[in-house]
């Protein structure tokens, strides 16, 4: 059985970078192939080595990724740096509380955690991508603290960025909170593996005895949560004995 870490969404051609030079948690972490290229002359930071303002020189900060943990860095050094955000695919802000209690609280309660990846309730959540953290995260309050919003990123050599609507600025350094894809160095087996990831339909792979559990909507919106992750885990145990069941007949009987 195989708990692993969710993968991100898809870039612009993004890839681990490739120089060994780099700190070890960028070798996990996805980048853009052009990270590479930047050299010297530009501060590179990721989301797991950034730790606090004063780690990143003085002057024009660039963090790419406008998820939860992009948008508490930009927030974190914009007192202290002229920040710009670079965001990707639309987000849709939710408060983190309503009537006193957590959001997944109430999502739990009316079943929207629980329901199937294929349901109604299930592909509009997935489309949907819900972000808590509407009052202290949303456009308004960056850009109220000074952060300056920008399109995906697409391009960059030295300290030059490019972006989607041609736009170009110059920066000091960059943060990338790009989120996390699957390292699947250490799974020889080729079947349990593609370009993608891990491979395998509602935990199930390929290969006879290996299942995952933890994958991100591997049957619901809870799959990669702890509240929701037991569901799956008693739906493949149940997989797993029927297997078996089945490899012990077929060996009787032969």
């Keep these: 059985m195989i708990a692993s870490s969710q993968r991100s969404p898809p870039g612009p051609a993004w890839s681990p970078v490739p120089s060994s030079s780099r700190p070890a948690p960028f070798r996990n972490l996805p980048f853009p192939a052009f990270a590479a290229q930047l050299g010297s002359q530009t501060a590179q930071f990721s989301a797991t080595t ?18 939860a943990t992009g948008r508490q860095i930009a927030l974190d050094l914009a007192p202290t740096h002229q920040v710009l955000l670079a965001g990707g695919k639309k987000r849709h802000l939710v408060p983190q509380r309503l009537l006193g209690r957590d959001l997944f609280v109430w999502l739990d309660r009316l079943g929207m955690l629980s329901a199937d990846r294929s349901s109604r309730v299930g592909r509009l959540m997935r489309s949907r991508d819900p972000l808590p953290g509407k009052a202290h995260l949303s456009d308004t309050v ?11 990123l697409t391009g960059g050599l030295g300290r030059t960025f490019i972006f989607a609507d041609g736009r170009s600025e110059t920066v000091d350094s960059v943060v990338w909170a790009l989120g996390y894809r699957d390292d699947t160095s250490w799974l020889a087996i080729p079947e349990a593996v593609d370009e993608h990831g891990f491979v395998h339909d509602r935990g199930r792979t390929p290969v006879p005895g290996l299942f995952h559990v933890g994958r991100s909507w591997q049957t619901s919106r809870g799959s990669a949560l702890v509240c929701g992750v037991g569901r799956d885990a008693k739906e ?18 032969g």
């Design 236 to 253: 493949i145990v149940v997989e797993a004995a029927r297997r078996a069941r089945r490899v012990e007949g077929a060996r009787a009987g």
């Design 50 to 67: 950034y730790r606090r303002p004063a780690q990143v020189p003085l002057g024009r900060v660039l963090v790419v990724g406008n998820g």
């Design 142 to 152: 960056l850009q109220r603290e000074g952060i300056e919003l920008r399109r995906r």
